[in-house]
């Protein structure tokens, strides 16, 4: 008994609606949760606000971002190392980079249903969006969450949740030079969790106050540092379109002068279409040497590169490409979202690109009753789960198993029937077109794996 093929009549008559258009955040909260991407923190107890528990299926589809990101920032470039800084610095790193004294939002509160909003991001000048009320005269609300170091809590022992993942580069700036032995120009990478008390987070994992940062610390010499931050926007952009974003769906945005940060001489944005409308993906910023030298000043340890060549003391320029995890996720989820109608059923399917998917291959039973054909499908997955991300699933009906798999984006279902038993093929179905490909038992591997882009080892 084998699976029979697709209909042609039901692959012509797909009717497709995937990325950005038509999808709401609603939908995509509730595949997250059905799924086992997401599920909201301590959810038994009420949850608590803004924070966001990565469930089996979202670990993995995390881990496969922040290691692609690493692939192409570090391990593909002959400019860059990497570096896993510490959450928990000296509070005086805090205030050399001017978060202490600065890291401010203007907060209102309403007098009437007592909701808080930034100031800035009200609608209606004094009016609350959420029911009209009045609101207070602004006040600065403090986005660094404060703890405390050793068994006393005095003013000694306060100390500070790291805001961003930049200022353990730049306080590791010398170590890494010296350790390395880097030449000018020539980056440091760091993925890392970072914390900020916002006032208002929101639209599910895109703002929370716990996220994790994907960012580099690129250090230039003056003079070089306008010409590096146009290479490094183009570069960050063809990144998102590599893992299958369409160039549509993204859109540069230059900062104005009067939204430029204090550090900052120039600052792009990439940003992707969400449901909640265009929103920031990714910024890339020129910090010019404001940090190194803000360091230098605080510590007394000088923070500089010395040109062997030129024979002079150079305090580099720093383009900063910063993205954010959570929020990368969330497109690559929002653009892979697909809805299609076959013989008049909705399909969903995710289409991930595969090196994002958090199983490449399902190996699915078509008997589950039959000990021969689980025992060869068993086999099958052993083998291939060396190779690829794969998964065995006996759980249900071969159709429903198709649909499971679609919706969390694996991009291949092999299906091990009576009749492998005795041709010793099984059928590889394709998430994407649907098609059915009867391949040998013994080339299932190096037909995947040239399929998914497997690099050879």
């Not at 009420?46 to 469930?55: K, M």
């Not at 030298?293 to 010395?306: A, E, M, P």
């Not at 099958?380 to 159709?399: P, V």
Request: aromatic share 10%.
């Amino acid at each position: 008994m084998a699976v029979p093929p697709p209909d042609k009549s039901e692959i012509s008559n797909l009717k497709s609606q995937s990325g950005p258009a038509g999808v709401t955040l609603d939908t995509i909260v509730s595949l997250c949760k059905r799924r086992g991407f997401v599920f909201q923190s301590s959810e038994i107890y009420g949850g608590i606000g803004s924070t966001w528990d990565w469930g089996p299926l979202g670990v993995e589809f995390k881990r496969n971002i922040k290691d692609a990101w690493w692939k192409a920032m570090v391990h593909d470039r002959d400019d860059m190392e990497g570096i896993d800084a510490a959450i928990i610095m000296n509070p005086k790193v805090w205030e050399a980079s001017g978060h202490i004294a600065g890291f401010h939002d203007p907060m209102v509160e309403c007098k009437a249903c007592h909701h808080r909003f930034r100031e800035d991001h009200l609608k209606e000048k004094g009016k609350c969006p959420d029911c009209g009320g009045e609101v207070t005269p602004p006040r600065q609300f403090s986005l660094m969450f404060k703890t405390n170091v050793g068994p006393v809590e005095d003013t000694s022992a306060i100390a500070y949740l790291r805001p961003e993942t930049a200022q353990g580069i730049f306080v590791n700036f010398d170590n890494v030079l010296t350790t390395s032995r880097r030449k000018l120009p020539f980056g440091i990478a760091q993925i890392g969790k970072a914390f900020r008390n916002e006032i208002t987070p929101g639209n599910f994992v895109f703002r929370s106050r716990e996220f994790e940062q994907m960012e580099i610390e690129f250090f230039v010499r003056p003079g070089t540092d306008e010409d590096w931050h146009r290479r490094w926007v183009e570069d960050r952009l063809r990144w998102y379109t590599d893992l299958g974003i369409r160039p549509e769906s993204l859109r540069k945005r230059e900062h104005g002068k009067d939204e430029l940060a204090h550090y900052a001489k120039a600052c792009v944005d990439l940003e992707f279409e969400f449901p909640m409308g265009w929103s920031e993906l990714e910024g890339i910023a020129n910090r010019t040497d404001f940090d190194l030298k803000q360091h230098t000043k605080f510590s007394g340890k000088t923070l500089s590169f010395f040109d062997e060549e030129k024979k002079d003391h150079v305090v580099p320029f720093v383009i900063e490409p910063s993205a954010g995890v959570d929020r990368s996720a969330l497109a690559f989820l929002v653009h892979a979202y697909t809805e299609e109608k076959v013989k008049d059923e909705k399909r969903v399917s995710l289409k991930l690109h595969p090196t994002l998917a958090p199983i490449q291959a399902a190996i699915l039973p078509l008997l589950r009753n039959r000990p021969d054909v689980v025992e060869t499908a068993r086999k099958l997955y052993t083998d291939l789960k060396r190779r690829i991300r794969a998964r065995y699933d006996d759980t249900g009906s071969i159709g429903r198993l198709y649909r499971r798999q679609d919706e969390i984006g694996t991009p291949f279902c092999i299906t091990v029937d009576v009749q492998t038993l005795t041709d010793q093929k099984v059928t590889v179905r394709d998430r994407d077109t649907m098609l059915q490909d009867r391949i040998g038992l013994d080339s299932v591997g190096s037909y995947l794996e040239t399929k998914l882009g497997v690099p050879k080892v």
